[in-house]
């Protein structure tokens, strides 16, 4: 039994030192593992370490203090190291004053910039604003062209209708109708000019019956006083005026070269036709002055009112 326990006794105490080795080597190597991962504390202990073997009036230099004699320097006197008083104006009060001008600088011009971004802003939106206002009223001008070339061919509009009621039906609604219903009854100036030929027969004759107008046309023909620069009364005279009054646009002045023939009774369906064309050319004459000069009624191609001015038209000075 002794036996035993002093087995288990040098068993307990070798585990023991075991254990105790074991630490130390841990704790060894944790010291070397730290010194190579942070080798700057290392070098920061033994910096420490030289600078308290040096005289302590260094550290007191460094630390601002003035130095004060030893007991030993001064015979056993006590020494006290009295700090150096600090200068009004610390550094650390001179630099924040220093970032808070700095910031406040910084602000300004970020809100000069942002001014300035607006402005910038604005004066696209204008731009825009103008450049919309151009194109739809160059994209009026463009429909009323092609009315006009539509109306001259003695075609019906077809889309461009909707496309006038759209952009025009609030600015010229007459002048709309007046199109619409022409293009539906087309008349043409080539038609105008074939039909005034096939009527010259019958205007040059007057009618057989005895009327009241008849018997005042043959008195007023009887003398006829005139200048010499005057038109000739003449039916064939007449014709050929109407003819050219006709072709160039001179549409009232056609009718009454008509209506002053002895047979003008004969011409009243083709007078009306010839009133119906010249209120289409009226009509469109005023549809593409609108689409240039038209300050407000004028819509674009969404129905959106046009609210940029024309630039043909030159902003009056205010005041």
């Known amino acids: 039994m002794e036996l035993d ?9 070798s585990r023991a030192w075991l254990g105790i080795v074991l630490v130390i080597v841990l704790l060894v190597a944790a010291g070397a593992l730290f010194l190579v991962w942070r080798p700057q504390v290392y070098s920061d202990t033994v910096a420490a370490l030289t600078d308290r073997s040096q005289p302590t009036s260094e ?9 004060v004699a030893t007991p030993r320097q001064t015979g056993g006197a006590e020494a006290i190291a009295v700090p150096a008083p600090r200068p009004s104006g610390s550094p650390s009060s001179a630099a924040t004053d220093a970032s808070v001008a700095r910031v406040e600088e910084q602000q300004g011009g970020l809100e000069a910039r942002l001014a300035a971004a607006e402005q910038r802003l604005a004066r696209l939106d204008l731009q825009a604003q103008a450049a919309a206002g151009n ?25 461009l209708a909707d496309q006038l009621r759209l952009r025009f039906g ?44 008849r018997l005042r046309r043959e008195l007023s023909n009887l003398f006829v006083v005139r200048r010499q620069s005057a038109p000739s009364p003449q039916p064939k005279r007449r014709m050929e005026r109407a003819r050219m009054f006709l072709e160039t646009g ?39 002055t609108a689409a240039v000069l038209e300050p407000r009624r004028l819509r674009d191609g969404s129905g959106e009112r046009i609210e940029q001015p024309s630039p043909v038209v030159s902003p009056t000075p205010e005041g």
């Open 170 to 213: 609030d600015a010229l609604p007459n002048a709309v109708r007046t199109l619409v219903a022409v293009s539906r009854d087309p008349v043409t100036i080539d038609q105008l000019l074939a039909r005034l030929e096939g009527l010259e027969p019958a205007l040059r004759a007057s009618p057989e019956e005895p009327s009241l107008q």
């Open 250 to 288: 001179r549409y009232e002045s056609a009718i009454q070269e008509v209506q002053n023939m002895p047979g003008a009774e004969a011409a009243d369906a083709w007078v009306a036709d010839v009133r119906r064309y010249a209120a289409a050319q009226r009509a469109l004459d005023l549809i593409e």
């Open 135 to 159: 194109a739809a009223r160059a994209e009026g001008l463009l429909i009323s062209f092609a009315t006009r070339r539509s109306i001259e061919r003695g075609e019906e509009l077809g889309y």
């Open 5 to 13: 326990q002093a087995r288990q006794e040098s068993t307990r105490s």
């Open 59 to 67: 550290p007191m230099e460094r630390a601002g203090a003035t130095p």
